[in-house]
T-cell receptor
Framework: GDSVTQMEGPVTLSEEAFLTINCTYT??????LFWYVQYPGEGLQLLLK?????DKGSNKGFEATYRKETTSFHLEKGSVQVSDSAVYFC??????????????FGKGTKLSVKP | KAGVTQTPRYLIKTRGQQVTLSCSPI?????VSWYQQTPGQGLQFLFE???????NKGNFPGRFSGRQFSNSRSEMNVSTLELGDSALYLC?????????????FGSGTRLTVV
């Protein structure tokens, strides 16, 4: 079936460090890929997305490239800030000929950034 | 523009009871989806409603049900609560169903079953 696997945390970094959170997927159809972020006590917010192979999603300094050959969508940021501390979820949804199915999430990676 | 509103924010129930959670979508959004978030299983899709009809359903037992009203507000119900139902229940709304990233999530209802 369809699934998402992301690196387990927690990940602890110092401010201005480089961030990579690995995400790989298995999909039976044509997936769109997403990264969501969850701050403490809040719901999920869409961080970035990519809908086809080789697309790069970017937002707030975060980037991820849809790699079909390696079935991956790794999240990166060149210089993290304390305010980036949150839980990050990789997700996919399958394209059913113009409409997308429900979101399938990875387990989440907790990021803590220390000053 | 008001976001997705979920009530209550916190609930404590006893095993065997039933519970009803409420979700008010963003104005103009007609699709509402529900997800369960637990430390062990992560985020799992429960169901999606559009125009008062269930359009999609996840792999959960029949104890989990939902409905949507004509004003697009949705409720989910869990009957005969089990300890394992303790979770954060998230609601998400979108203008139409099956839009992948076009969902806006609420802050959730945290249910604790004792």
């Amino acid at each position: 079936g369809d699934s998402v696997t992301q690196m387990e945390g927690p990940v602890t970094l110092s401010e201005e460090a480089f961030l990579t959170i690995n995400c790989t997927y298995t999909a039976t159809g044509y997936p769109s890929l997403f990264w969501y972020v969850q701050y403490p006590g809040e719901g999920l917010q869409l961080l970035l997305k990519a809908t086809k192979a080789d697309d790069k999603g970017s937002n707030k300094g975060f980037e991820a490239t849809y790699r079909k050959e390696t079935t991956s969508f790794h999240l990166e940021k060149g210089s993290v800030q304390v305010s980036d501390s949150a839980v990050y979820f990789c997700a996919l949804s399958i394209d059913y000929g113009g409409s997308q199915g429900n979101l399938i999430f990875g387990k989440g990676t907790k990021l803590s950034v220390k000053p | 523009k008001a976001g997705v509103t979920q009530t209550p924010r916190y609930l404590i129930k006893t095993r065997g009871q039933q519970v009803t959670l409420s979700c008010s979508p963003i104005s103009g959004h007609r699709s509402v989806s529900w997800y369960q978030q637990t430390p062990g299983q992560g985020l799992q899709f429960l169901f999606e409603y559009f125009s008062e009809t269930q359009r999609n359903k996840g792999n959960f037992p029949g104890r989990f049900s939902g409905r949507q009203f004509s004003n697009s507000r949705s409720e989910m119900n869990v009957s005969t609560l089990e300890l394992g139902d303790s979770a954060l229940y998230l609601c998400a709304s979108s203008p139409k169903p099956r839009t992948g990233s076009g969902y806006t999530f609420g802050s959730g209802t945290r249910l604790t079953v004792v």
